[in-house]
């Protein structure tokens, strides 16, 4: 446990990006308008978000490379500019999502018209400039813990709507059972894929393969010098016992964060499907933001509607800082350009602000919430340029192979360095008995396959068949 406790940090930091304002919106929406027959959509994003997330941390353990320095040391010069860009925009969609849950939140807490909400999101940049001070995240982590709190908080009101709300248990569990019905429902389609991609993120699989790397080079520098572990049969089964170590740990952090978000991200989803959904099944219509407070208000009173606004506001401020972190991580690893993390959030930030200003001037509340939605649709329709290629290196051997040799030659000091360390590649048929090696077993390999072809065919076929309009 104590061992644990020293790998939490990642898993929840990367946990803010399920628990934004886009997860919300669609949640919301496909509660009012399906009942709770998107659960199963809901469990089964969580699920993938485990598995991939999980092959992210395995990447950043074993190469000592994040997805975007892999990319960039191993495929063609052309390729890598496209993934770039389209990561690019992934993390503009996702932050036009945190503009606009702040803008919603402004508007619900000093009643400020969503125009001007969104132009005042615009100066969060000087939260940014007090948070990265001295390029120290501490004060960013601590803001992430009092998020975490604070969604706790929304977490155990949604609990108490739940009360309220009396779903009928059976319909509940229903939901979470698979169903061909999102196929003959365009609406329900778009919905499903909205959630996927607002759950996974394809940026967010750049930043954890970034951020588990500390503690890899932590569990490095303690190993060395590591009394308990001198007494291994050899150098090969003391490196094999941290990396087993780190990657099992790292990994327990990140599927406990899930499971959080898993349980909020159900909860919006079910009250808002018995409260509007099932009270009006003739007549049904996407909720948003605006009637989640009103519901609070009206089952808890005006504090907890409150609470529930501030946690949006602050859901997507801390969001913003996580997309600024993950635009860090893809800018120095696909292009080795460093940017000030005030810069880089101007530069984001204007692409996102643009297109919330000229939809909530022209068309308010309602076209703000379906942006919001799409924003999420767009991150899933990116997302196959991120998990194919992290599958593609986490089921080689030749990228998942570690020399137990050139690990003893790096000191604790050098491998916290800025500079990449390129794992040397070795043919597959290599009996050296230094090579450790930590490739995806065919089952494991098997299943990210069917992930990646899932997620591929739901973009396609939701492509394909707006196209048929």
Known sequence: LKSFVGFIGPGYIIAVGYLDPGNWATDLSGGSQFGYS????????????????ALAIKLGVVT????AQACRTFFPKGLNYVLYVLCELAIIACDLAEVIGSAIALNLLFNIP??????????DILLLLLLYRDNDIKAAHIFE??????????????????????????????????STEIFKNGEELYLAIGIIGATVMPHNLYLHSH????RKNREESKGFDDKHLESADSQKSKIKSIVDNTLKLSIADSSVALLFALFVNSAILIVSGANFFYNSPNNPKPAD?????????SYLGKAAATIFAIALLIAGQSATITATMAGQVVMEGFC???????????????????????????????GLNDLLVASQVALSIQLPFAVIPMVWFTSKKKFMQVNTRDLEERTPDSSVSNEIYAPKLYDNHDKNNDILDFTNSIPLTIISVIVSIVILGLDMYLVITTIKG
């Open 289 to 297: 933001l605006f009637d989640a407070y009103d519901l609070l208000t």
């Open 64 to 67: 000592g490379l994040d997805l």
């Open 145 to 178: 813990i009092l998020l975490m709190l604070l969604v706790g908080v929304v977490g155990f009101c949604f609990v108490v709507e739940l009360v309220y709300s009396k779903p009928n248990s059976v319909d509940v569990l229903k939901g979470y059972l698979p």
């Open 211 to 214: 951020l588990v790397q500390v």
């Open 114 to 123: 969503l125009p001007a909400g969104v132009a005042v999101t615009a100066c």
């Open 38 to 53: 998107l659960l199963f959509i809901v469990f089964l994003s969580n699920l993938m978000a485990m598995l991939l997330q």
């Open 336 to 366: 080795e350009w460093k940017l000030k993390p005030w810069v880089r959030r101007l530069i984001t930030r204007g692409f996102a602000v643009i297109p919330a200003m000229i939809i909530a001037i022209v068309r308010g509340r309602n």
